[in-house]
C-alpha cells in the first residue's frame, strides 16, 4: 500500500473525488488550495482525501472517498491515519465535516475525534440539489476534530 501527494491535475481523480462530495462545483472550491492524496495498492487507485489549511489553528478533511468496491476493506482507516499523521504540529486541529450519518461519525470517532460543532442547513444551502444518504436527506454538516497538538 502506498499513499502519494498529488500535486498536478488533481481533477482528473473528479470521478472519485465525486464519490466524498457529489457535487463539482463544491470540490472545485477547495481542490486547487487543498493537498491531495491518492492510496494506491497493485498499482491501482483505492481511496482519494483532500486536506486544506483554514486557518494556522485548523486544517480541514475536506473529501475522504474509497471507490465503492473497495470499501470496508481498510483504505480509507489507512488514508485517515496518514492523514493525522501529516497534520501533527502542523496545527491545533484536524476538523472533518460530515453529514448526519451514524455509520460514518463511529468511523470518525475511532480515529480519536470527537464533536466539535454543528453548521444548521450546510447541505440545503450549498448544493444545488437535495443529497441523499442512507435514503435520508442530508440537512446540516456535523464537524468533527481531533487535536494535531502545535
Ligand atoms: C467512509 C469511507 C471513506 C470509508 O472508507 P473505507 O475504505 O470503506 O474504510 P475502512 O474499510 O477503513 O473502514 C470502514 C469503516 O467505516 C464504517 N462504515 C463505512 N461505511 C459503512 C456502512 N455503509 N455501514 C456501516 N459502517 C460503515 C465502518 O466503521 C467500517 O468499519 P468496519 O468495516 O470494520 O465495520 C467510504 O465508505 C466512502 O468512500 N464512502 C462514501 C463517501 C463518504 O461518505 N465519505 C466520507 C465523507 S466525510
Known amino acids: 500500500m502506498e499513499i502519494m501527494e498529488i500535486t498536478e491535475n488533481k481533477d482528473q481523480y473528479m470521478e472519485y473525488l465525486l464519490i466524498g462530495d457529489e457535487q463539482e462545483s463544491m470540490v472545485m472550491k477547495y481542490l486547487e488550495r487543498g493537498t491531495m492524496f491518492a492510496l494506491y495498492e497493485d498499482f491501482d487507485l ?24 473497495y470499501q470496508r476493506k481498510g483504505y480509507g482507516s489507512a488514508m485517515v491515519k496518514h492523514i493525522i499523521q501529516y497534520c501533527n504540529k502542523k496545527c491545533k486541529n484536524l476538523i472533518v465535516g460530515t453529514g448526519d450519518n451514524e455509520n460514518i461519525l463511529i468511523f470518525y470517532e475511532k480515529f480519536g475525534f470527537s464533536y466539535s460543532h454543528t453548521v444548521k442547513d450546510f447541505y440545503i444551502n450549498n448544493y444545488d440539489h437535495a443529497i441523499i444518504e442512507n435514503g435520508k436527506q442530508l440537512k446540516d454538516m456535523i464537524y468533527m476534530k481531533i487535536d494535531c497538538g502545535k
Do not use: F, G, P, R
Open 46 to 69: 483505492k481511496t482519494v482525501a483532500v486536506v486544506t489549511k483554514e486557518n494556522n489553528d485548523t486544517y480541514e478533511l475536506k473529501n475522504l472517498a474509497t471507490l465503492e468496491i
